[in-house]
């Protein structure tokens, strides 16, 4: 079993639509959770950033952490076709001090497309 | 444009051989991370070197090796190349040595046939 589960879609929506996009984890040590968006052929963009437990509002975007079900979600509010992308999830365990380096476990990431 | 640079953008290569993939972390950048993406694994952290010193180690094949110089620019050599390591390589970097900073590059396609 992955550390960390993805719905990979595809998913499709019309153009103003709510997404939602979620990811579950089974290693209780990850602490910092993270969403990037990948265009075609690009590298990954982070987009949220969220320690621990919570809500964070970035704009249109949402990420929500919910470490007793082991479960984080990011919504999309009035979805554009700029948004189609893959997303994908990311987490990270606290190391000695209190700060997270190196391994960041992604998910599979999940394909949006936003038709007009 | 992330500001990481990666060179070459893409290449192709026979089984058996060796390459060196480049990295120029954003002005400032410190850290230099390395990832490989492929179908089926996605995104797999390999290694993460800060300020010339490697700082943590994923699941890195040992025909592969990083580096980085005192300029901080990264380079990952592959050897005796097979062809399940055809997949594309990442190279973030940010600031300190938190991974929730990190910026990603354009990355490299690496194709072995």
């Known amino acids: 079993q992955k550390e960390v589960e993805q719905d990979p879609g595809p998913l499709s929506v019309p153009e103003g639509a709510i997404v939602s996009l979620n990811c579950t984890y089974s290693?209780?040590?990850?602490?910092?959770f993270m969403w990037y968006r990948q265009y075609s052929r690009k590298g990954p963009e982070l987009l949220m950033y969220?320690?621990?437990?919570g809500n964070k509002e970035d704009g249109r975007f949402t990420a929500q952490v919910d470490k007793s079900s082991k479960y984080i979600s990011l919504f999309i509010r009035d979805s554009q076709p700029s948004d189609s992308a893959t997303y994908l999830c990311?987490?990270?365990?606290?190391?000695?001090?209190?700060?997270?380096?190196?391994?960041?476990?992604f998910g599979q990431g999940t394909i949006l497309t936003v038709h007009p | 444009d992330s500001g990481v640079t990666q060179t070459p953008k893409h290449l192709i290569t026979a089984t058996g051989q060796r390459v060196t993939l480049r990295c120029s972390p954003r002005?400032?950048?410190?850290?230099v991370y390395w990832y490989q993406q492929s179908l089926d694994q996605g995104l797999q952290f390999l290694i993460q070197?800060?300020?010339?010193?490697?700082?943590a180690k994923g699941n890195i094949l040992e025909r592969f090796s990083a580096q980085q110089f005192p300029d901080l620019h990264s380079e990952l050599n592959l050897s005796s190349l097979e062809l399940g390591d055809s997949a594309l390589y990442f190279c973030?970097?940010?600031?300190?040595?938190?991974?929730?900073?990190?910026?990603f590059g354009q990355g490299t396609r690496l194709t072995v046939v």
């Open positions: 290693n209780s040590a990850f602490q910092y």
């Open positions: 973030a970097s940010s600031v300190s040595q938190k991974n929730t900073e990190a910026f």
């Open positions: 990311a987490m990270s365990a606290s190391s000695a001090g209190g700060t997270s380096y190196g391994k960041l476990t």
């Open positions: 969220t320690y621990s437990s």
């Open positions: 070197y800060y300020n010339g010193e490697e700082r």
């Open positions: 002005s400032g950048d410190l850290s």
